[in-house]
């Protein structure tokens, strides 16, 4: 009766993520000059400004203007701080 009702379930996770995986969709972030957007092109780097504590911005790209009726627009913001800067002796 157990094997009966983990093969149940499984199927039943199976089924509802191939459901969702069908419904949803998302478009990737895309810009011509990816420098500009640093924590896009490396998550690692949130924190990581030498020269300042904090620093913070905003891109727009507005591509196919001219011949879609519709243009392809991508808009981000993004920031990002350095909290425990100088807290830590060690590391």
């Not at 924190?47 to 392809?72: H, K, S, T, V």
Request: glycine share 6%; with cysteine.
């Amino acid at each position: 009766m157990k094997i009966i009702l983990k093969t149940i379930c499984f199927f039943s996770l199976i089924m509802q993520f191939l459901f969702f995986l069908n419904r949803a969709s998302a478009q990737d972030l895309h810009f011509s000059q990816y420098f500009n957007a640093p924590l896009l092109t490396n998550p690692a780097n949130t924190g990581f400004e030498p020269d300042a504590d904090w620093r913070a911005g905003i891109n727009y790209r507005n591509q196919w203007a001219g011949i879609l009726n519709y243009p392809y627009k991508t808009m981000s913001a993004w920031g990002d701080a350095q909290i425990f800067n100088n807290r830590f002796e060690n590391g």
